[in-house]
């Protein structure tokens, strides 16, 4: 598709999947070669109680098509959601790469975008403490590009021999299948206190970021380190960030645990409908950019995985925006058979010699050849491409595209050896030349072998509530952990990174920090190797803390989807509740109206208005604030719900915003049992015994700062 096509067309990917979409909204029923049914009720039977016939194609047609719905799914990523949208450069970046889409601000590139946990199975929670991963697909007019990462800017391993290891160590224990989609168990700590190239990562997964608000409120990362490159064959480090514009936000580790019981697909329900209520998500794309001069100036190795660039050092430059802005129409057809593959790239994007890397761009494929039934996975509607496929391959399983004419060869002469290769300047692919001479060898370079500055980089990053969160998670983890010995090894590791870190989850379970002295921290190297040589180099960073690791820094912008529960019962008070809803929806905040029970609502000046849920079917940990308005039989009969009393207990207690007006603020005082002097004090709770006018802008203000976390008590 040509530049000029792509200018018009708001989504030309959707538009190429029109022809594979199908509507049988007022259609007769037929089987899959188009004959129609004329009973789909009974099979084909000897009589009316007698043995069903072998004969009956029907049934055999329908009953085998059904016993292979299924595919094997993901091992990893297995759980997602997606979404499709657009992505548009904000100004040309010819410096910078010669990819055309990074080229011109008036092309809308079509993107799909599968968001994941990592570690659970497809029928696993949303909440669970695990990395989240972040694909996207961009179709581009020059082929498919796919930036495949995570919400996690670093990964467990440096080398990606090691990844069977860790999923295998992660996922539930062999011998009896548990636990499901959690990492609090023997063998996955059993194997990180061997390995300390994974403890930046083990913070990263300890801390909030591991336990996200939304798909929305989360930020991506391409992990690795690419290269990009532009119309002269200049080569650039860069990694790849999205930037989320609604903010980066988390729940809280209860939370997480009764959103699971309540709403296992919050956050891909959160998803569908913010895009369903025309709330589209947002992401700036951005690099960091790195000369290659600069290679190795920095004291960590850019080809180390377990290694992230402080933006102190390297600032992010912004290329661009990504919305979604539709939902797909079949879970199946697209958010399960997409198919991402790192080696999927386009002119003026690269790779580097990171080995993780380098092992992830074989083991996609192979990944799909597996799953999607063999080499043809291309052509199956959500990976075909935009721009056209012309080569000499052939058949396989599901083939689909219906080649014309002699040759599957080149070169050709039957065929004007059709088709032609493409120079570099007619859009051919060329590798970057980079000079290598090197013995071949299975080794790791020196410059890996740093595994603990990182990690107290991001400690020290962190502001006070979200230590002690990272101290309750390895309470928590490691609690779970039946063989002692792992806990200890754990707690020498942690005190690399930072003593108090070490003895504030030692005291959790209830042990001394052991000695380092003489211990072989690292048991991740080869048979024949010197351990000494395998040993963490000492600290010696430039940066002793990083501002964009901590979510408590970056700046609070507006309430723009945030859901705000408002209880209410019969004979609320009219003027009151719609002040507070007119406001709210002015912000673009999600008001949801929680009663005693489903259907409508009557408010003291007679009208009706719809409820959402009912206290039974709904909790505060599916919303980011509560409201209650008064109205003296509203509360009256709130007050009778010991639904409503726990969920103003459970929202204050997650540190989240909170307002009552007029007899509401009775409901407050009956969930604070026996504190409310100390509830109505706090951060973040705003009441009026009247009318409360000034009170929507209070709430307002308070939502806008997410938690109030002075609400908890510190551990560090």
């Not at 593959?341 to 494929?365: K, M």
């Not at 726990?646 to 007006?661: D, G, Q, Y």
Request: glycine residues 8%; negative net charge.
């Amino acid at each position: 598709m040509s530049t000029e096509q792509n200018k018009t067309n708001t989504n030309a990917k959707l538009e190429e999947l029109d022809v594979n979409r199908e509507d049988s909204t007022g259609q007769f029923l037929t089987t899959n070669q188009g004959l129609r049914v004329n009973d789909d009720q009974n099979s084909l039977k000897a009589g009316p109680r007698g043995a069903t016939l072998l004969e009956d194609f029907i049934l055999r047609e329908k009953i085998t098509h059904f016993d292979h719905e299924r595919i094997p799914e993901r091992i990893v990523h297995a759980r997602g959601a997606a979404a499709h949208g657009y992505f548009q450069a904000y100004e040309p970046q010819p410096e910078l790469t010669k990819a055309k889409f990074l080229l011109d601000p008036s092309v809308k590139t079509p993107v799909f975008v599968r968001f994941s946990t990592v570690a659970g199975s497809r029928g696993s929670t949303d909440l669970a403490r695990d990395v989240r991963g972040f694909a996207v697909k961009f179709y581009t007019e020059e082929g498919n590009f796919d930036l495949v990462g995570n919400n996690i800017p670093v990964f467990f391993i440096q080398d990606a021999i090691k990844f069977p290891d860790l999923i295998h160590a992660v996922k539930p224990e062999p011998n009896n299948e548990i636990p499901q989609a959690a990492s609090a168990h023997d063998t996955f700590w059993d194997f990180i206190s061997l390995t300390p190239e994974s403890m930046h990562m083990v913070m990263w997964v300890m801390s909030d970021r591991a336990i996200p608000r939304s798909y929305r409120m989360m930020e991506g990362f391409g992990v690795h380190t690419f290269r990009l490159i532009n119309a002269n064959g200049k080569s650039r480090f860069v990694k790849f960030h999205w930037k989320p514009l609604l903010g980066v936000h988390s729940v809280v580790w209860d939370e997480a645990q009764l959103i699971s019981g309540r709403d296992p697909d919050f956050h891909r329900r959160d998803l569908w409908d913010a895009i369903e209520g025309g709330a589209y998500p947002e992401w700036e794309l951005g690099v960091q950019v790195v000369e290659e001069a600069d290679e190795h100036k920095f004291d960590f190795d850019l080809l180390d995985s377990t290694k992230l660039i402080p933006e102190e050092l390297v600032p992010i430059v912004r290329l661009g925006k990504m919305t979604l802005n539709r939902n797909p129409d079949n879970y199946f057809a697209e958010t399960e058979q997409v198919a991402f593959h790192l080696g999927h790239v386009v002119p003026g994007i690269d790779f580097s010699n990171d080995p993780l890397l380098q092992g992830r761009l074989f083991s996609y494929t192979d990944t799909q050849l597996k799953r999607l039934g063999g080499p043809n996975f291309h052509e199956i509607p959500i990976n075909r491409p935009i721009a056209p496929v012309h080569n000499g391959q052939r058949d396989g399983h599901m083939r689909q595209t219906i080649n014309v004419g002699r040759t599957s060869y080149g070169p050709n002469a039957i065929n004007g050896d059709s088709p032609a290769q493409a120079t570099e300047a007619e859009g051919g692919f060329v590798s970057h030349a980079e000079r290598i001479d090197a013995n071949k060898v299975r080794a790791r370079s020196k410059s890996f072998m740093d595994h603990y500055n990182q990690a107290k980089l991001f400690w020290n990053s962190q502001s006070p509530t979200e230590k002690t969160h990272i101290v309750k998670a390895l309470r928590f983890e490691l609690g779970k952990v039946v063989v002692e010995d792992i806990r200890k090894r754990m707690l020498i590791h942690l005190s690399q990174i930072d003593m108090t870190l070490a003895t504030l989850v030692g005291e959790g379970l209830g042990l001394e920090v052991p000695s380092a002295e003489g211990v072989q921290l690292n048991k991740s190297v080869p048979a024949d190797a010197n351990p000494a040589d395998y040993q963490s180099e000492p600290a010696k960073s430039t940066v002793g803390s990083s501002a964009a690791l901590s979510m408590a820094h970056p700046p609070k912008k507006g309430i723009k989807t945030r859901q705000v529960a408002i209880l209410a019962a019969d004979g609320v008070d009219a003027t009151q509740l719609k002040a507070m809803m007119n406001a709210l929806s002015a912000e673009k905040a999600i008001i949801g109206i929680v009663a005693p029970r489903v259907g409508m609502l009557k408010t003291s000046d007679g009208e009706t208005i719809k409820i959402d849920a009912s206290l039974q079917t709904t909790a505060s940990v599916l919303f980011d604030a509560v409201y209650v308005p008064g109205g003296q039989s509203s509360v009256k009969s709130l007050l009778q719900e010991a639904d409503a009393i726990r969920f103003i207990h459970e929202a204050f207690m997650h540190c989240k915003a909170l307002a009552a007006t007029g007899e509401g603020v009775d409901l407050l005082h009956a969930a604070a049992n026996g504190g409310a002097e100390a509830l109505l004090s706090s951060e973040g709770v705003i009441t009026s015994s009247d009318t409360g006018s000034e009170v929507p802008q209070k709430f307002i203000d308070a939502i806008e700062q997410h938690r109030f976390w002075s609400r908890e008590k510190k551990l560090v």
